[in-house]
Protein backbone atom coordinates (compact mmCIF):
# COMPACT_ATOMS: atom_id res chain seq x y z
CA UNK A 1 0.00 0.00 0.00
CA UNK A 2 1.37 3.82 -0.92
CA UNK A 3 0.98 6.19 1.85
CA UNK A 4 1.97 9.90 1.19
CA UNK A 5 3.63 12.16 3.84
CA UNK A 6 0.30 14.10 3.65
CA UNK A 7 -2.35 14.70 1.20
CA UNK A 8 -3.30 17.71 0.66
CA UNK A 9 -5.82 17.20 -1.94
CA UNK A 10 -8.02 15.00 -0.10
CA UNK A 11 -7.98 17.74 2.74
CA UNK A 12 -9.25 20.06 0.82
CA UNK A 13 -11.56 18.23 -1.34
CA UNK A 14 -14.66 18.04 0.64
CA UNK A 15 -14.41 22.39 1.21
CA UNK A 16 -13.84 22.67 -2.30
CA UNK A 17 -17.09 24.19 -3.44
CA UNK A 18 -16.68 26.54 -0.33
CA UNK A 19 -13.05 27.55 -1.24
CA UNK A 20 -14.47 28.59 -4.54
CA UNK A 21 -17.03 30.96 -2.96
CA UNK A 22 -14.82 32.54 -0.75
CA UNK A 23 -12.03 33.08 -3.54
CA UNK A 24 -15.18 34.71 -5.89
CA UNK A 25 -15.96 36.89 -3.01
CA UNK A 26 -12.37 38.24 -2.95
CA UNK A 27 -12.16 38.58 -6.40
CA UNK A 28 -16.18 41.14 -6.46
CA UNK A 29 -14.23 42.56 -3.36
CA UNK A 30 -11.38 43.05 -5.27
CA UNK A 31 -9.44 42.87 -1.60
CA UNK A 32 -6.02 41.45 -2.70
CA UNK A 33 -3.51 43.08 -0.02
CA UNK A 34 -4.39 43.48 3.20
CA UNK A 35 -8.30 44.35 3.08
CA UNK A 36 -11.17 43.28 4.54
CA UNK A 37 -10.24 39.26 4.37
CA UNK A 38 -7.70 39.89 6.14
CA UNK A 39 -9.00 42.31 8.92
CA UNK A 40 -11.53 39.07 9.68
CA UNK A 41 -9.40 36.46 9.75
CA UNK A 42 -6.91 38.60 12.22
CA UNK A 43 -9.92 39.06 14.54
CA UNK A 44 -10.93 35.06 14.58
CA UNK A 45 -7.42 34.07 14.74
CA UNK A 46 -6.02 36.56 18.06
CA UNK A 47 -9.64 35.20 19.24
CA UNK A 48 -8.79 31.38 18.23
CA UNK A 49 -5.58 32.27 20.24
CA UNK A 50 -6.28 33.94 23.16
CA UNK A 51 -4.94 36.67 22.20
CA UNK A 52 -6.05 40.14 21.87
CA UNK A 53 -4.91 40.96 18.07
CA UNK A 54 -3.07 39.22 15.13
CA UNK A 55 -1.34 40.21 12.81
CA UNK A 56 -1.30 38.90 9.00
CA UNK A 57 1.37 38.63 6.84
CA UNK A 58 3.64 36.94 4.51
CA UNK A 59 4.83 34.09 5.61
CA UNK A 60 6.26 32.48 8.58
CA UNK A 61 10.01 33.40 8.82
CA UNK A 62 8.17 37.27 8.24
CA UNK A 63 6.05 36.80 11.29
CA UNK A 64 8.99 36.23 13.29
CA UNK A 65 11.17 38.99 11.95
CA UNK A 66 8.59 41.79 11.96
CA UNK A 67 7.32 40.38 15.34
CA UNK A 68 11.13 41.10 16.69
CA UNK A 69 12.01 44.01 14.63
CA UNK A 70 9.19 45.37 16.12
CA UNK A 71 10.14 44.71 19.54
CA UNK A 72 13.09 46.86 18.58
CA UNK A 73 15.55 43.54 18.22
CA UNK A 74 18.40 44.76 16.30
CA UNK A 75 22.50 44.56 15.92
CA UNK A 76 24.54 43.54 19.46
CA UNK A 77 21.47 41.75 20.12
CA UNK A 78 21.53 38.19 21.32
CA UNK A 79 18.57 35.96 20.61
CA UNK A 80 18.36 32.63 22.69
CA UNK A 81 16.99 29.67 20.82
CA UNK A 82 16.45 25.88 19.69
CA UNK A 83 18.99 23.96 17.45
CA UNK A 84 16.60 22.02 17.18
CA UNK A 85 14.33 23.41 14.40
CA UNK A 86 13.36 24.81 10.74
CA UNK A 87 16.35 27.18 9.78
CA UNK A 88 13.79 30.09 9.54
CA UNK A 89 13.57 30.49 13.61
CA UNK A 90 17.64 31.26 13.44
CA UNK A 91 17.14 33.13 10.40
CA UNK A 92 14.30 35.74 11.21
CA UNK A 93 16.72 36.13 14.52
CA UNK A 94 19.62 37.07 11.91
CA UNK A 95 17.79 39.42 9.63
CA UNK A 96 17.18 41.56 12.91
CA UNK A 97 20.14 42.56 12.97
CA UNK A 98 21.00 39.94 16.17
CA UNK A 99 22.88 37.17 17.15
CA UNK A 100 21.41 33.40 17.14
CA UNK A 101 22.84 31.65 20.84
CA UNK A 102 21.69 28.01 20.68
CA UNK A 103 20.60 26.19 23.62
CA UNK A 104 20.55 22.08 24.05
CA UNK A 105 17.12 20.24 23.46
CA UNK A 106 15.28 18.23 26.16
CA UNK A 107 15.22 14.68 24.87
CA UNK A 108 11.95 13.85 25.86
CA UNK A 109 10.16 16.82 25.01
CA UNK A 110 12.65 17.57 21.97
CA UNK A 111 12.29 21.59 22.78
CA UNK A 112 14.30 23.89 24.14
CA UNK A 113 15.75 22.83 28.07
CA UNK A 114 15.17 25.72 30.22
CA UNK A 115 18.21 24.30 32.35
CA UNK A 116 20.49 25.65 29.43
CA UNK A 117 19.41 29.15 29.75
CA UNK A 118 21.50 30.39 32.25
CA UNK A 119 24.39 29.14 30.72
CA UNK A 120 23.95 31.25 27.62
CA UNK A 121 22.79 34.12 29.10
CA UNK A 122 25.23 37.26 28.39
CA UNK A 123 24.74 41.08 28.66
CA UNK A 124 23.73 41.18 25.38
CA UNK A 125 20.64 38.37 25.56
CA UNK A 126 17.38 40.27 24.58
CA UNK A 127 14.78 37.66 24.02
CA UNK A 128 14.41 33.83 23.68
CA UNK A 129 12.42 31.95 20.77
CA UNK A 130 11.41 28.77 21.80
CA UNK A 131 10.04 26.33 19.53
CA UNK A 132 6.79 24.56 19.80
CA UNK A 133 8.60 21.58 17.93
CA UNK A 134 6.23 18.82 15.72
CA UNK A 135 3.05 20.41 17.66
CA UNK A 136 4.48 20.06 20.79
CA UNK A 137 4.08 23.19 23.45
CA UNK A 138 7.70 24.28 25.03
CA UNK A 139 8.16 24.88 29.06
CA UNK A 140 6.51 27.92 29.35
CA UNK A 141 6.34 28.24 32.57
CA UNK A 142 10.19 27.58 33.08
CA UNK A 143 11.03 29.58 30.34
CA UNK A 144 8.84 32.88 31.07
CA UNK A 145 9.82 32.23 35.02
CA UNK A 146 13.36 32.49 33.02
CA UNK A 147 13.02 35.59 30.71
CA UNK A 148 10.58 37.48 33.54
CA UNK A 149 14.02 37.08 36.02
CA UNK A 150 16.01 38.45 33.16
CA UNK A 151 14.12 40.62 31.98
CA UNK A 152 13.98 39.30 28.30
CA UNK A 153 11.52 39.80 25.73
CA UNK A 154 10.03 35.90 24.79
CA UNK A 155 8.48 34.99 20.83
CA UNK A 156 6.83 31.42 20.40
CA UNK A 157 7.96 30.27 17.40
CA UNK A 158 4.04 28.31 16.63
CA UNK A 159 4.51 27.12 13.33
CA UNK A 160 4.20 23.50 14.05
CA UNK A 161 1.66 24.52 16.52
CA UNK A 162 -1.54 26.10 15.75
CA UNK A 163 -3.89 25.22 18.61
CA UNK A 164 -1.87 23.08 20.58
CA UNK A 165 -2.37 24.16 24.50
CA UNK A 166 0.04 24.27 27.51
CA UNK A 167 -2.16 24.34 31.16
CA UNK A 168 -5.43 24.83 28.95
CA UNK A 169 -4.62 27.59 27.31
CA UNK A 170 -3.80 27.97 23.33
CA UNK A 171 -0.29 28.64 22.50
CA UNK A 172 0.45 32.05 21.04
CA UNK A 173 -0.74 33.64 24.26
CA UNK A 174 2.33 32.74 26.54
CA UNK A 175 4.83 35.30 25.13
CA UNK A 176 4.86 38.87 24.14
CA UNK A 177 4.32 37.77 20.88
CA UNK A 178 4.06 34.28 18.88
CA UNK A 179 5.03 34.27 15.42
CA UNK A 180 3.06 31.17 12.88
CA UNK A 181 3.04 29.74 9.55
CA UNK A 182 0.06 29.07 7.34
CA UNK A 183 2.40 27.25 4.73
CA UNK A 184 0.13 25.17 3.16
CA UNK A 185 1.58 21.54 4.84
CA UNK A 186 1.45 23.07 8.43
CA UNK A 187 -1.86 22.38 10.31
CA UNK A 188 -3.82 25.20 9.22
CA UNK A 189 -2.83 25.88 5.82
CA UNK A 190 -3.56 28.60 2.96
CA UNK A 191 -3.06 27.87 -0.60
CA UNK A 192 0.10 29.99 -0.76
CA UNK A 193 2.51 31.58 1.80
CA UNK A 194 0.64 33.09 4.64
CA UNK A 195 1.90 34.00 8.48
CA UNK A 196 0.53 35.96 11.10
CA UNK A 197 1.64 37.04 14.57
CA UNK A 198 -0.51 37.02 17.97
CA UNK A 199 -0.06 39.20 20.85
CA UNK A 200 -1.89 40.93 23.23
CA UNK A 201 0.27 44.13 23.41
CA UNK A 202 -1.61 46.94 21.36
CA UNK A 203 1.13 48.87 20.66
CA UNK A 204 3.53 46.20 19.75
CA UNK A 205 0.36 45.31 17.32
CA UNK A 206 0.64 48.67 16.04
CA UNK A 207 4.20 48.56 15.67
CA UNK A 208 3.87 45.34 13.82
CA UNK A 209 0.91 47.01 11.14
CA UNK A 210 3.10 49.22 10.39
CA UNK A 211 6.54 47.37 9.87
CA UNK A 212 4.44 45.06 7.13
CA UNK A 213 3.28 48.04 5.67
CA UNK A 214 6.43 50.19 4.92
CA UNK A 215 6.34 51.87 8.24
CA UNK A 216 3.08 53.93 7.16
CA UNK A 217 0.92 55.04 9.42
CA UNK A 218 -1.42 56.86 6.91
CA UNK A 219 -1.17 56.69 2.84
CA UNK A 220 2.28 57.80 2.15
CA UNK A 221 3.50 59.27 5.58
CA UNK A 222 6.23 56.64 6.71
CA UNK A 223 6.90 56.93 10.35
CA UNK A 224 10.17 53.95 10.06
CA UNK A 225 11.55 51.77 6.93
CA UNK A 226 9.51 48.93 7.05
CA UNK A 227 8.72 46.27 4.70
CA UNK A 228 5.76 44.57 2.68
CA UNK A 229 4.81 42.17 4.65
CA UNK A 230 0.73 42.04 4.19
CA UNK A 231 -1.26 39.02 4.25
CA UNK A 232 -3.13 38.16 0.56
CA UNK A 233 -6.70 38.71 1.37
CA UNK A 234 -7.53 35.37 -0.77
CA UNK A 235 -5.21 33.49 1.93
CA UNK A 236 -7.04 34.97 4.58
CA UNK A 237 -10.57 33.98 3.19
CA UNK A 238 -8.74 30.57 2.85
CA UNK A 239 -7.51 30.51 6.40
CA UNK A 240 -10.76 31.81 8.04
CA UNK A 241 -12.80 29.01 6.28
CA UNK A 242 -10.16 26.40 7.72
CA UNK A 243 -9.59 27.64 10.69
CA UNK A 244 -13.24 26.16 11.60
CA UNK A 245 -12.08 23.09 10.41
CA UNK A 246 -9.15 22.94 13.01
CA UNK A 247 -9.69 21.44 16.03
CA UNK A 248 -11.32 18.78 14.26
CA UNK A 249 -8.17 17.98 12.19
CA UNK A 250 -5.92 18.32 15.16
CA UNK A 251 -8.22 15.72 16.77
CA UNK A 252 -8.10 13.25 14.44
CA UNK A 253 -4.00 13.89 14.64
CA UNK A 254 -4.44 12.95 17.62
CA UNK A 255 -6.20 10.25 18.05
CA UNK A 256 -4.09 8.65 14.90
CA UNK A 257 -0.83 9.47 17.06
CA UNK A 258 -2.74 7.18 19.76
CA UNK A 259 -3.49 4.63 17.36
CA UNK A 260 0.30 5.13 16.33
CA UNK A 261 1.76 4.77 19.87
CA UNK A 262 -0.35 1.28 20.47
CA UNK A 263 0.78 -0.15 17.02
CA UNK A 264 3.98 0.52 17.31
CA UNK A 265 4.09 -0.59 21.06
CA UNK A 266 2.61 -4.19 19.64
CA UNK A 267 5.52 -4.62 17.12
CA UNK A 268 8.47 -7.37 17.41
CA UNK A 269 11.22 -4.43 16.57
CA UNK A 270 9.02 -1.95 19.45
CA UNK A 271 12.05 -1.58 21.51
CA UNK A 272 13.73 -0.21 19.13
CA UNK A 273 11.81 3.17 18.56
CA UNK A 274 12.00 5.80 20.75
CA UNK A 275 8.04 7.07 20.56
CA UNK A 276 7.35 11.32 20.94
CA UNK A 277 6.65 11.60 24.63
CA UNK A 278 3.64 14.18 25.85
CA UNK A 279 4.99 16.46 28.75
CA UNK A 280 2.53 16.67 31.40
CA UNK A 281 -0.05 19.36 30.75
CA UNK A 282 0.06 19.98 27.06
CA UNK A 283 -2.12 19.42 23.91
CA UNK A 284 0.34 18.15 21.63
CA UNK A 285 -1.47 18.58 17.91
CA UNK A 286 0.79 16.40 16.58
CA UNK A 287 2.03 18.70 13.44
CA UNK A 288 4.77 15.73 13.10
CA UNK A 289 4.58 12.52 14.27
CA UNK A 290 8.26 11.76 14.76
CA UNK A 291 10.14 8.85 15.96
CA UNK A 292 13.82 8.16 16.72
CA UNK A 293 15.06 4.72 15.34
CA UNK A 294 18.73 3.54 14.71
CA UNK A 295 20.44 3.12 10.94
CA UNK A 296 17.15 5.86 10.28
CA UNK A 297 18.59 6.60 6.76
CA UNK A 298 18.40 2.99 5.95
CA UNK A 299 14.93 2.50 7.42
CA UNK A 300 13.58 5.24 5.54
CA UNK A 301 15.22 4.22 2.54
CA UNK A 302 13.46 1.08 2.84
CA UNK A 303 10.03 2.31 3.90
CA UNK A 304 10.54 4.22 0.90
CA UNK A 305 11.23 1.05 -0.99
CA UNK A 306 7.87 -0.13 0.73
CA UNK A 307 5.67 2.53 -0.41
CA UNK A 308 5.44 4.53 2.71
CA UNK A 309 6.42 8.41 1.97
CA UNK A 310 8.55 9.16 5.62
CA UNK A 311 10.49 12.95 6.16
CA UNK A 312 13.22 14.05 8.51
CA UNK A 313 12.54 16.91 10.41
CA UNK A 314 15.63 18.29 10.66
CA UNK A 315 18.71 15.95 9.72
CA UNK A 316 21.44 19.12 10.57
CA UNK A 317 20.58 20.96 13.51
CA UNK A 318 20.70 24.92 12.66
CA UNK A 319 24.13 25.40 14.64
CA UNK A 320 25.74 22.85 11.83
CA UNK A 321 24.59 24.52 8.89
CA UNK A 322 26.99 25.89 6.74
CA UNK A 323 25.33 29.05 6.76
CA UNK A 324 25.97 29.16 10.57
CA UNK A 325 29.66 28.23 10.60
CA UNK A 326 30.35 31.28 11.20
CA UNK A 327 28.94 31.42 14.69
CA UNK A 328 31.70 28.93 15.52
CA UNK A 329 29.11 26.07 17.23
CA UNK A 330 31.41 22.92 16.42
CA UNK A 331 29.89 19.23 15.90
CA UNK A 332 29.09 18.43 19.87
CA UNK A 333 28.04 21.87 20.84
CA UNK A 334 24.27 20.05 21.59
CA UNK A 335 24.59 16.83 22.37
CA UNK A 336 21.11 15.93 22.15
CA UNK A 337 20.13 17.83 19.32
CA UNK A 338 22.96 16.43 17.30
CA UNK A 339 21.82 12.68 18.05
CA UNK A 340 18.35 13.33 17.38
CA UNK A 341 18.91 14.90 14.59
CA UNK A 342 20.54 11.54 13.44
CA UNK A 343 17.83 9.42 14.44
CA UNK A 344 13.75 11.51 13.53
CA UNK A 345 11.81 9.53 11.25
CA UNK A 346 8.31 11.37 10.88
CA UNK A 347 5.93 9.13 9.75
CA UNK A 348 3.02 9.65 7.88
CA UNK A 349 0.62 11.86 10.00
CA UNK A 350 -2.55 14.21 8.47
CA UNK A 351 -6.25 14.19 9.24
CA UNK A 352 -7.23 12.51 6.08
CA UNK A 353 -5.27 9.23 7.01
CA UNK A 354 -7.29 5.86 7.01
CA UNK A 355 -6.54 3.02 9.63
CA UNK A 356 -5.29 1.14 7.17
CA UNK A 357 -3.04 3.13 5.94
CA UNK A 358 -1.87 3.66 9.91
CA UNK A 359 -1.44 -0.21 9.66
CA UNK A 360 0.52 -0.11 6.59
CA UNK A 361 3.18 2.65 8.18
CA UNK A 362 3.29 0.60 11.05
CA UNK A 363 4.38 -2.99 9.05
CA UNK A 364 6.62 -0.93 6.86
CA UNK A 365 8.53 0.58 10.03
CA UNK A 366 8.84 -2.92 11.64
CA UNK A 367 10.18 -3.94 8.55
CA UNK A 368 12.60 -1.42 7.85
CA UNK A 369 14.30 -2.15 11.58
CA UNK A 370 14.45 -5.84 10.65
CA UNK A 371 16.29 -5.18 7.65
CA UNK A 372 18.74 -2.85 9.55
CA UNK A 373 19.40 -4.98 12.57
CA UNK A 374 19.97 -8.30 10.95
CA UNK A 375 23.09 -9.66 10.78
C1 LIG B 1 7.43 26.39 8.77
C2 LIG B 1 8.25 26.92 9.87
C3 LIG B 1 8.70 28.25 9.89
C4 LIG B 1 8.61 29.16 8.72
O1 LIG B 1 7.36 29.37 8.20
P1 LIG B 1 7.19 29.80 6.67
O2 LIG B 1 5.74 30.14 6.56
O3 LIG B 1 7.57 28.64 5.83
O4 LIG B 1 8.06 30.98 6.41
C5 LIG B 1 9.35 28.70 11.02
N1 LIG B 1 9.58 27.89 12.07
C6 LIG B 1 9.19 26.60 12.08
C7 LIG B 1 9.46 25.77 13.29
C8 LIG B 1 8.53 26.07 10.98
O5 LIG B 1 8.16 24.78 10.98
Not at 65 to 74: C, K
Not at 175 to 196: I, R, V
Amino acid sequence: MKVPFLDLEAHHRPHRAEFQDAMNRVIDAGAFAGGSYVAAFEEEFATYCDSAYAVGVGSGTEALWIAMLAMGVGPGDEVITSPASFMATAEAITYCGATPVFVDIDEETYNLDPKQLERALTAKTRAIVPVHLFGQPADMAAILDFAQANRLLVVEDAAQAHGAAYGGRRIGSFGDAAGFSFYPGKNLGAFGEAGAVTTSDEDLAKRMRMFRDHGQVEKYYHDVVGWNGRMDGIQAAILSIKLRYLDTCNALRRRYAQEYRERISAMPHASEVVLPVEADGVDHVYHLFAVRVPERDRVLERMKDLGIACGIHYPIPIHLQHAYSGLGYGRGAFPIAEKCAEQFLSLPMFPEMTTEQIGAVVEALNEGLAAVTAV
